[in-house]
């Protein structure tokens, strides 16, 4: 048995015997499996922000910024069955990126915890527990220590990697699901994350599944559900009528999922790779706000509510605009982000290949929401 099946099994082993206590710590998700630091076993190999910071903005859909010593360790660290040898080609190794984007792929957290920029500290505390409980000790963890600082970039990666890793037991591909991307539930192995082909593949409408930071946020939000969050019954208002697809407020998966994308936004923004363009160009900003708006537009209805489940601001700003207009130069300025531009580089300038991948066809986005994890 080597070292990562050592760090398997003895995951295993707290996770069975600690799903009871996770149930009883409620909407907090205050409970942090840092006991075990998957991090630390999987870095610097997955560290691509120093070496070779990430550039995916090809129309080459293989193209890929998982790191060859990165993919070793986490196929090492990962709970995959045999399903996997029947995936197709590339699935697993956007997947692993996927995993490596979690670990490696900068955060910065929201300022006041707003979310689109209005609603001072609507992002739940629990999410700041998962993401930095050092930085809230006396709200997460009870107080008593020397005082926490406010986590960096790094422990802020590193947090959430390990509280996901917490929460896969095993890791199964589903040849046969054409509706979603990926789910979580219980099964007689421990939190099952199932995988179906919807999460990428390369017929699968470039524009949208290619952008790793996606996959990443369906990752975080499956997480979730092994705090034992699952969703509600939708209503009618919203775009799955009668599915359990919908939360009743924002400490769920959806609401964590929207927490880790202002996250990239906020770390990924100011950054340039190693060719001096932008990590985010303007488009993939402009997709990260259409995901979260359509998102927090239409799945936090449920029959346990009555009306869209945000706070006042944030139901105003949705009702008042079009997921569109969220462009870059909104974000830049409603969100406080930073972009570059004392390198001389043109914020968001068109890379090469990334304006020329497919205009969405009508209604795609439409269609893609209702491909997102449930
Ligand atoms: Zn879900």
Redesign the pocket.
Known sequence: MDQQTVVRSAAAAFLSLGLAATVGLGASGCLVAQDINYFGEVMPECDYREIDPPSYKEADLLRTTLRPECKELLEAILPFDETWAGAPAGLKDKLLEAFQFVAAFPLKLPREGRLFGVAPYAIPLGHYCIFDPIGYEDECLGGGGAGGEAASVHQLNRNLFNYLLARIDRITYDAVSTGKTA??GPSVDGWLLTIANPFWSPDTWANYISRPFIRASTLV??A??ADSR??DICTDDADLPGRA?CDPDLT???GLEMTYLHAVMGGAAPLVDAAGDPVLTDSDMEWIMGDMCGTLTFRFYTHYTDGRQLPPELNALFDENDCGDFDAEWAVAALGLERPSATGVSPGRPLSGSEEEAEAPEGAQDKYRRLL??
């Open positions: 789910s979580m939000h499956e979730r559900h699952m969703h697809a769920g998966p959806y994890m449930w």
